[in-house]
């Protein structure tokens, strides 16, 4: 990946999210959530801006954001999906699920749409087994999701308005 340059009020807002978590090591997935909210992804360039401010070296700060799956290094679209492929997920379709959002989408799972309204990607569990197969985009949560509902979810994001989701 190319290096970017972070512009000095982006280097303003990283350094004032780790200063809230008192420059702490043991904050450091607080941190990383926080700046991911804030900006929308982790690349390289803010690892390293975290990395000096709480002291520590970028290498764990990668290790982090590498381990788990809620963080990412890539931009995500507007509206990020998440397929769960945990157990219950799996057995009950979420595969064929998965399978008619790439379709749709016309991407792959860790792909952003050109447009860069929807971002896809899969997950292990999202811990409502219950409503399995279950789709997430952004904070919404969709249960018994079937592949002739992709359509209708894709839908109400690219009109702008979700319709109220299922939550878990």
Same mark, same amino acid.
């Given at each position: 990946?190319?290096?970017?340059?972070?512009?000095?009020?982006?280097?303003?807002?990283?350094?004032?999210?780790?200063?809230?978590?008192?420059?702490?090591?043991?904050?450091?997935?607080?941190?990383?959530?926080?700046?991911?909210?804030?900006?929308?992804?982790?690349?390289?360039?803010?690892?390293?801006?975290?990395?000096?401010?709480?002291?520590?070296?970028? $290498?764990?700060?990668?290790?982090?954001?590498?381990?788990?799956?809620?963080?990412?290094?890539?931009?995500?679209?507007?509206?990020?999906?998440?397929?769960?492929?945990?157990?219950?997920?799996?057995?009950?379709?979420?595969?064929?699920?998965?399978?008619?959002?790439?379709?749709?989408?016309?991407?792959? =799972?860790?792909?952003?749409?050109?447009?860069?309204?929807?971002?896809?990607?899969?997950?292990?569990?999202?811990? $409502?087994?219950?409503? $399995?197969?279950?789709?997430? =985009?952004?904070?919404?949560?969709?249960?018994? =999701?079937?592949?002739?509902?992709?359509?209708?979810?894709?839908?109400?994001?690219?009109?702008?308005?979700?319709?109220?989701?299922?939550?878990?």
């Amino acid at each position: 990946m190319p290096k970017i340059k972070l512009a000095e009020k982006t280097i303003n807002q990283i350094k004032e999210v780790c200063a809230q978590f008192g420059n702490q090591e043991g904050e450091l997935i607080n941190v990383l959530h926080q700046v991911q909210s804030k900006l929308g992804y982790l690349p390289a360039e803010v690892q390293e801006v975290i990395a000096k401010e709480l002291n520590m070296s970028v $290498a764990k700060v990668y290790g982090v954001v590498t381990f788990y799956s809620f963080f990412t290094m890539l931009p995500q679209g507007e509206h990020p999906i998440s397929i769960c492929m945990g157990t219950a997920c799996y057995v009950r379709g979420a595969e064929q699920v998965l399978a008619e959002f790439k379709r749709q989408l016309n991407i792959e =799972v860790g792909q952003t749409s050109p447009d860069g309204k929807f971002s896809l990607s899969s997950l292990r569990c999202v811990g $409502a087994c219950g409503l $399995a197969p279950v789709v997430t =985009v952004g904070e919404k949560v969709y249960g018994r =999701v079937s592949p002739q509902q992709v359509n209708k979810i894709i839908a109400e994001y690219q009109e702008g308005c979700p319709a109220e989701a299922k939550s878990a």
